[in-house]
């Protein structure tokens, strides 16, 4: 074997990365700001309409730039505690840090964003598990025979009477084509999924979008819209609402670790929160203006049901489809990496010494005939020396790496049909998890580590002091966001279930 190779195993042992996504990362700012869209632009944009109906005019405007305002700075924030450290690959490995840098010598702030994280992105899962229900069954459900109440998703059906299955069926067809998606094991590996994630919801919207200038155009409905909340509980659902349009900080953490220069993360926070907002603020707002109060909680279900509904469906259900699989990705390597350590990181450091032995066949160093398998045995002579030793120890680490995933990807898909069962209400889910996971992740967490690395004994001029007084309001607000969305669902969730006809 050349020193050519030799130099390659010394160096590949030096520089893999320990993270779980194949980081040392490969993605421009450009990709990682799709992938953000992609995560984020879905599910949410398709209940602002319902979110405005229930805010008002004057509410909705300063909620949703507000919102904005407070997720960009949230994402901000995140980029910036990271830095250049190449060991934070994920939000609690940065909980971590934080509590370091603060003397902290206990788990409390890892564990705490670890808890909330994964029961966000479980929460986020059965969100988008039961968009792809309603999609499917704006295709191909019967419709009521009676009239039903916007909120209780019943409007999602076609007049074409396909097949009148429950709810639940839905969802079991709903996960099986998802399940495929859900085996690629690393976020370096979903380029190609946020790019899919990203056109499909585009068409999505530009449809959606000239169906409501059409329908804006056609009648006014001015009479049946407000401007302010008609209720407390209305203003606090409608703004966990529009909240949960911005999720996705929970993993934003993994995705700058995944670039290949994350000193880019600003460009990426910039270009996707930009893009999301002109796309919320046009959706939600002539949504509201065309239908007023009757609004759906999906307004995909205000499409007129023709071939153009059928294809909007398809689109909403592809996309929703790759944010599905992007946050499996995440949450599922978390459990992997927790009951098989190591298990993801060796099979990782395999296809890298792969495909740099590959690299060095093409370039006409003779060093063995096939490198994208591994001896059957390490006692072949197909390889020498080191290669040889390091490519069987890493056949033997990664060893069923694909059904151990499959069994994890499997259970957590268990727990988000569970949950999309007993609370099959889209408007109710996303109140719940928004109220829990945004406002804790993406609104709080991050303004909270900021005072921590940045204590008050450390603050010597009037400018940090304002600083710091107007992130302290910040936490507050979350706080506040937090107790109260959760309290307005659970009233939400006991109304719907008192007067909505659902059937398992």
Not at 180 to 196: A, D, F, N, W
Not at 333 to 362: A, C, G, H, Y
Not at 382 to 395: I, P
Not at 407 to 423: D, E, K, R
Request: some cysteine; overall charge neutral.
């Amino acid at each position: 074997m050349g020193d050519e190779t030799q130099a390659l195993i010394k160096h590949d042992k030096n520089t893999i990365s320990d993270g779980p996504h194949g980081h040392h990362g490969t993605n421009s700012w450009f990709q990682s700001g799709t992938i953000v869209i992609a995560n984020m632009l879905g599910a949410g944009v398709l209940g602002l309409p319902y979110a405005c109906r229930r805010l008002g005019w004057i509410s909705s405007v300063v909620v949703l730039t507000l919102i904005t305002l407070f997720s960009i700075y949230g994402a901000l924030l995140l980029g910036w505690l990271r830095g250049n450290d190449n060991s934070i690959v994920t939000y609690g490995q940065l909980a971590d840090k934080v509590a370091r840098s603060c003397g902290m010598t206990h788990n409390f702030w890892r564990h705490f964003v670890q808890i909330i994280g994964t029961i966000y992105v479980i929460g986020a899962l059965t969100i988008y598990l039961t968009t792809c229900r309603l999609a499917m069954m704006q295709i191909f459900q019967k419709c009521p025979s009676a009239p039903s109440n916007p909120s209780c998703g019943q409007d999602s059906c076609t007049k074409h009477d396909v097949v009148d299955w429950s709810s639940n069926v839905w969802l079991v067809l709903a996960a099986a084509l998802l399940f495929p998606v859900i085996q690629i094991r690393s976020l370096s590996e979903t380029g190609i999924v946020s790019y899919i994630g990203v056109g499909t919801i585009a068409i999505v919207n530009l449809v959606v979008l000239g169906h409501l200038i059409w329908d804006s155009s056609k009648h006014s409905t001015s009479s049946t819209t407000k401007l302010f909340p008609d209720s407390l509980q209305d203003f606090v659902n409608g703004m966990t609402q529009l909240s949960f349009a911005y999720g996705g900080h929970v993993i934003m953490v993994d995705i700058q670790s995944a670039m290949k220069k994350p000193t880019d993360w600003n460009k990426a926070v910039y270009f996707s929160q930009t893009f999301m907002f002109a796309n919320y603020a046009i959706i939600g707002f002539l949504g509201y203006s065309a239908y007023g109060s009757s609004t759906s909680t999906v307004v995909t279900a205000e499409l007129a049901d023709n071939w153009l509904r059928i294809c909007v469906n398809i689109c909403l259900f592809l996309h929703v489809a790759m944010a599905y699989c992007i946050n499996s990705t995440v949450v599922t390597t978390f459990f992997v990496n927790l009951f098989f350590p190591k298990l993801l990181q060796s099979d990782m450091e395999l296809k890298r010494l792969q495909m740099k032995l590959k690299t060095i066949e093409q370039n006409g160093i003779n060093t063995t005939s096939d490198y994208t398998s591994v001896p059957e045995s390490c006692n072949s002579s197909e390889l020498n020396g080191d290669v040889q030793e390091q490519l069987c120890t890493l056949k033997e680490k990664s060893k069923g790496v694909a059904w151990k995933w499959m069994i994890v990807t499997t259970g957590v898909m268990g727990i988000s049909f569970l949950i999309g069962s007993i609370i099959p209400f889209f408007g109710d889910l996303m109140n719940v998890y928004s109220s829990l996971g945004i406002f804790s992740l993406s609104f709080f967490i991050p303004v909270l580590f900021w005072m921590m690395v940045k204590p008050l004994t450390n603050i010597s001029s009037k400018k940090d002091l304002w600083k710091y007084a107007i992130n302290g309001v910040l936490v507050a607000l979350a706080l506040c966001g937090c107790v109260l969305g959760i309290w307005a669902a659970i009233k939400d969730i006991i109304h719907n279930w008192k007067v909505c006809d659902y059937h398992f």
